[in-house]
Structure formats: structure tokens, C-alpha cells
């Protein structure tokens, strides 16, 4: 298996994309300590999964709680998977100084303060890798009424490529996944925020999205997954600092 012996943090592993992720790295061998905000999606992840994985509530706007898990976890990890985000619709003149806040709180500040807290140990032991959830919504494309989100998840390939550059001579790779239109519960929540605004039906709007898709269809996680299994195994050791786009096309 190709995380045998590794030791790995995921965050937002409740649901779609983290969760696929979370279970795909214990398949692989890994030791998991998936993380969400919400208890009752960790206690569904957790029946579903091995010994191997084991759950732990966790805010990750919350820097006191990322920092006591770091001091009460005794295990250093291989492997970070910063999944936690949140996408606010809508243009620049439809956003709010709240919507910025969480943005910027969420999708940026948490990754750079899980990163800091996780780093010292994984400098120590001298390897690790930390995956970076960005989106093509950021500086690869420019999506419409995507303004708040695109702005942050392209600060996360910046951070990102950051991370690559200060700690590559230090056995350390940080790499960002970059997905498309992925079909996730938090997608279909937004389809229904969406359909209520425009006063249409759910399935039309579904539509909307699935007809932007040179492929005909939108992603699914567990292909997400597949890229963060490559990214935190040892066969991805000549890759660090890039952005991985995995957007069935929508980019090109």
C-alpha cells in the first residue's frame, strides 16, 4: 500500500471531498486523524472506516484549537491535507466585509496556521507533505460570481508555492489541488441556495453547472482523492510547488 507507515491529517473530513480523501488515505496504509467541526459527520466517517483512522472535532478557524492539537497529538505526521473551505457566490458589488472575513479566515488563514503547527515536527523528521485544497476558480480561470472565492483559493497556490520554496531543502513538498466542478453535498446545498434565489427547480440548475463541463459530467470525489493518495506518497517525491489542475477540461 502506498502510505504504509505515514501518518496523516486531513481536514473538513466529514463530508466530500476531505471525507473521500480521509478514507482513501487509510485504504492506502496510512494512520488518519480525520478532522471536522461537525461531530455527527465524524462518527458516520468513523463507522465506515479501519482501525487505522480516528477522528478528533476541530474548528480550524480556531487558532487555539489548532494549536492545542498540536501539542496533544505526540505523533509527528507525514502528510497534511488542508481541505476545509467555504465558496461565497457572487461579484465583487455583491460581497460583504463578512463574506471576506470567512473567506479569508477559512480558505487562507487556516491552511497557513495548520501548516505552522504541523511544519516543526515534519522539519525534524526531516519529510512531509502538505496538499493544499485551491480550486480553478482562483488565478488559473476567472468563474462568474466567484469573486471572494477565486481571490482566496488563488492566495492558497501562493501559499502554497511559498511553502514549496522556503522548506524544499529541508525534505519538505507543498503542493495544491486545483478541482473543477466537483459533485459534492456542499455543491448540492448550492444548487438549492441558488434555485430558491432564481426562483427555479433544483434540476435546472444542476444543468447550469453540468452544461460548463467539456466532459459532460462533473467530478467526483473520490477521483479528487486519487490525486491527494498521489501527492502524499512517496511516488510524488520529484513533485513539489505546482498546482494541480483536475477539472475534467473546464480550464482549457
Known amino acids: 500500500m502506498r502510505l504504509s507507515g505515514k501518518n496523516a491529517l486531513v481536514t473538513a473530513a466529514g463530508q466530500g471531498i476531505g471525507r473521500a480523501t480521509a478514507l482513501a488515505f487509510a485504504a492506502e496504509g496510512a494512520t488518519v486523524l480525520a478532522t471536522d467541526r461537525n461531530h455527527e459527520s465524524l462518527t458516520t466517517l468513523a463507522k465506515s472506516a479501519g482501525r487505522n483512522l480516528s477522528t478528533r472535532v476541530l474548528d480550524v478557524t480556531d487558532e487555539t484549537a489548532i494549536s492545542k492539537l498540536a501539542t496533544e497529538v505526540a505523533i509527528p505526521f507525514d502528510v497534511l491535507f488542508n481541505c476545509a473551505g467555504v465558496v461565497p457566490a457572487g461579484a465583487l458589488l455583491d460581497s460583504n466585509e463578512e463574506d471576506w472575513d470567512l473567506a ?149
Request: charge should be positive.
Open 104 to 252: 479569508w479566515r477559512l480558505n487562507v488563514l487556516s491552511m497557513s496556521r495548520l501548516s505552522r503547527a504541523i511544519l516543526p515536527r515534519m522539519l525534524a523528521a526531516g519529510h512531509g507533505s502538505i496538499i493544499n485544497m485551491s480550486s480553478v476558480a482562483s488565478s488559473i480561470k476567472g468563474v462568474v460570481n466567484r469573486c471572494v472565492y477565486a481571490t482566496t483559493k488563488a492566495a492558497v497556490i501562493g501559499l502554497t508555492k511559498s511553502i514549496a520554496a522556503d522548506y524544499i531543502r529541508h525534505g519538505i513538498r507543498c503542493n495544491a489541488i486545483c478541482p473543477g466542478t466537483v459533485d459534492t453535498p456542499s455543491l448540492g446545498r448550492r444548487i438549492e441556495a441558488q434555485a430558491r434565489s432564481q426562483s427555479a427547480t433544483s434540476d435546472s440548475v444542476r444543468q447550469l453547472f453540468l452544461d460548463r463541463q467539456p466532459l459532460g459530467r462533473m467530478g467526483q470525489a473520490e477521483e479528487i482523492a486519487a490525486l491527494a493518495v498521489y501527492l502524499a506518497s512517496d511516488e510524488s517525491s520529484f513533485t513539489t510547488g505546482a498546482a494541480h489542475i483536475i477539472d475534467g477540461g473546464w480550464s482549457n
